[in-house]
Each structure stands twice: as C-alpha cells, then as structure tokens.
C-alpha cells in the first residue's frame, strides 16, 4: 500500500510554500497525501520561531503527538523550517519519539530522511547551503494538487542580509541569494501551462531580488543579470498569467525599475504589502531598519504616484526595547498619514540570538498590550473606511472556494436553504464574499462583481447582472 503523508504548517508564506515543495518531493518518492492525520503514515512538522509562542506551539504539538506515534505500527515523524533549522539535533535529544528534524535548506534531503527513518536511523540535517542547487526541485507531479487552482507561488530568492534587530529570519534562513532568472521564467511557464492566472513572488526580501549579483557583475547560473522590476516585466510577457503579486517587499529596494513596473505593467497587482515595523526614527534605528519614518512616507507616495490606486498593508512591532508612550504616538502618526488598508500589529517578542534580545528598557507586558489594542483599534477604523469607499465600485476576484464564514443575516432560517457562500481575493487582496447564485463557479476562475456591502474584514460581492437592482 502506498504510504500517506500530512503536512502541518505554521509561519510565513514562504513556509506554505516550503510545504508545498515538500508535497511534491514526497509524491516524486511515491508517497500520497492523506486525508486526515490520523490516516498518515509520516507527519511532517513545518514550523516557525519568528516569535516565541510560534516557537512554543511546536513543543506542545510535539508533546501531544506521542500518541499519534505510538497509535501505528511504523509511523514516522518529522519536524522541519525555522524551529528545526536553529534546534536540529536537540530536539530529537528532547523528544525522543521524534524521528528526524531537517533545516530550511534540506527540504530535498526528506524522501531519503524517511526512507532512513523506517530502517530505525534518527537525524538531523541543517546545514546552510550556499549553491544554486536548493532551486533545482522536480516539476510538478501530475498528482499534486494545490490548494487553489489558478494561483501559484514562486520562489525568487531566499534568505535574508539585513539583520533588522528584532528578527530571527536571517539566523533561520541563511545568506540572501537570488534564484537564476531562466529558472524563474521557466517555472513560471510551465506554471502558466497548467492553467496558473496569477503569481505571488516570493523571497525574505522579495525586492532584493538580484541586487548581489548585479552590484558584483556576475550572473551566477542566471544567465543574464536582472533587477526585479525588469524580472517583472519579463513574467508580466508570459500568456496567460493575468496577475502578478510579490511578497514580503523591503522599503529600502524600491528603485526605478520596480517603480516603473507599477506605473506600467496592467498585470502587476495594485497592492504593496511595505512592513513599517515603528512610526518613530529612534526606534527604527535601534530596528536597524534602515530607513526613516518621512522616508518610509515618501516611498508610499511615489508608489501611488506611479500606481495611484495602490493598496498598502503593513506590519508593526509595539513595545521594542526602549519605545515609549511617544515613540508609540509616532507610530500612529504614520499609520493615520499612510492610511494603510490592513496592518498585521505584534507584540514584540525577544528572540535569542538577535541584537535586540539584549536591549534594555524593555516595556512592561500590559502596556505593551495596551498599544497593541490602540493600534488595532485605530486600524480597524482604517481597514473600514478603505472597505466603504469601494462599495459601488467593480472588481474582479480569483475564486479562492467555499467562504471561511458563511455570512448570518436577520433572514436566515435554519440554514438549511442557506445559498453556497464562496470567497475571492480582489486585485488589492481583499476578501470578497459572495453568493455563488446558479452559475458553475470554479475556484480558480476570475469572475467580476460589484462590491455592495462593507464589513470590518472583507467585502461582499454580487454577481453583476443581480446588482444593478436597487433593492
Ligand atoms: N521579511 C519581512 C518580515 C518577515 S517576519 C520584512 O522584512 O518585512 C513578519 C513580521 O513579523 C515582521 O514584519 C515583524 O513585524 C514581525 N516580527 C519579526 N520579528 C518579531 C519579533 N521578534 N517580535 C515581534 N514581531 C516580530
Ligand atoms: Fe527579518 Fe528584517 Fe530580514 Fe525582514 S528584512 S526578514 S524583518 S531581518
Ligand atoms: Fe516564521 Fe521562518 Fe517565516 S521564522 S515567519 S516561518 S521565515
């Protein structure tokens, strides 16, 4: 019988995707996924440490799947990603029913680490590898299935230099480098080929992108050299893919080329998400970020000027070392200023390791959480304000499948003749609901709609022919 594998993933997109490399290396190996835990023969494990409760949650699942190990003869299981990559050997000291724990850059080494796994060897593997041979991953298997169809993820480069203080992604996730560009575009078409519509690039520092190698004149494996504006406009060419995102951006890799690409690419999506971290210099300079609260602003504004309905999300960290109430206002300041459309807000957490973990000053847990809640209060207002402005207006969303909550309203009965309630992400990554209505909609499918109501968290969409009645 063939063996089932389960995937749980936890962090960042380039984990989903790391998982998804995963799926795929494992259907290469013969092995299939199963439709539940309980029905896996191997349990994989992909963490993330980027703040310590990421980083708890696995010790506790861990704990509690000695049971799962034990519920099966032969079964197998393994933890990977950024938990593993910094822990590796010790966790199979600490947990001794863990079979093999594999770093960031040894997803390719898993088939073998399982194959090894069921003839009684434990390991761990976490070396940084600094070769272009991580990007080298078989295509697709034809039994793979992704979990939206029409949308794919594409990796561009790994790693990250900048050693922002706060931030354990460089000691998780090694040296910055680029992926070589023919390799890029010739995922991206074979992607295209399947019926993929739209990319999300991917990468620590996504807009880094090439920056190495063109500043030492070498193209490594690439061919020839590219700064990522120009690698844009080059997967902006490909037929059939109709939409272009990237993700996470560094303010500070914004240049010409990739202000150009959103003034004129029609594929590239309207929506930035720009991580300001903190409103306040001084706090952005112990953050080591890099750039200054008015010149983080002046990029925001020379992205909408080149795209002028361009959505911006961001993230930030309360209560850094040393942040005070006034440091925390400042931040505030720049988010009213900026007016950005989400904001993912965190508590700042002390990583073992970075800089910052050995900074005084740090700020008592309440008033900590005190700034989270004024901060997520005030974003609330913002998200709210973005989602009303647009009611009235068009979009097209990519149909992502059934929606995560159906919507309650005052007429519903029982439910039981409640209509199917699907989801998609609009062009500036909303969430948009709507009644999938009679029609066959596929997940996957680009489908136009109005926009006819504002919730705090996404938009409610209507099929266009249903919306032009007043009700
Ligand atoms: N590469 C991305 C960030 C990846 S981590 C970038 O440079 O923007 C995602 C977010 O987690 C960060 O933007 C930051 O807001 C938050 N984060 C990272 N380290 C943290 C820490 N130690 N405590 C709290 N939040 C943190
Ligand atoms: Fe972390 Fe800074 Fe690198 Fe982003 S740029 S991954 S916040 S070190
Ligand atoms: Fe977490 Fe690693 Fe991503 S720490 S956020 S999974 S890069």
Redesign the pocket.
Known sequence: MTARFHIRTYG?QMNVHDSEKLANLLHHAGLRAADSEAQAELLLINTCS??EKAEHRLYSDLGALRSWKAGAEGRVLGVGGCVAEQQGASLLRRFPHLDFAFGTHNLRLVPSMVSAARQGVRQAQTGESHSLERFDLPQRHPAFESRTPGRAFLTVMEG?D?F?S????PLTRGREISRPAASILSEARQLAARGVVELTLLG??VNAFGRHDLRRGRAGAAGALKSFGALLGELARIPGIERLRYT???PLFFDEALLRAHAELPELCPHV?L?L?SGSDRILEKMRRRYSAREFIGIARRLRAARPDLALTT???VGFPGETRADFEDTLAVVREVGFVDA?A??????PG?K?ATMDGAVPPDEAQQRLEALQALQRGLTLDAHRSRVGTETVVLVEGPSARPRATASDDAGASAPRQLRGRDPYHRIVNFEAGAGCVRPGALLPLRLVEATPHSLIGASLDSAGAPT
Do not use: E
């Open positions: 960042c980027i703040r990250c900048m922002c706060f931030c354990i992604v620590q520092t996470s951006p560094h998400h991580p971290q993230d930030l960290i993912y965190f508590k700042y957490s002390p990583r970075t910052a």
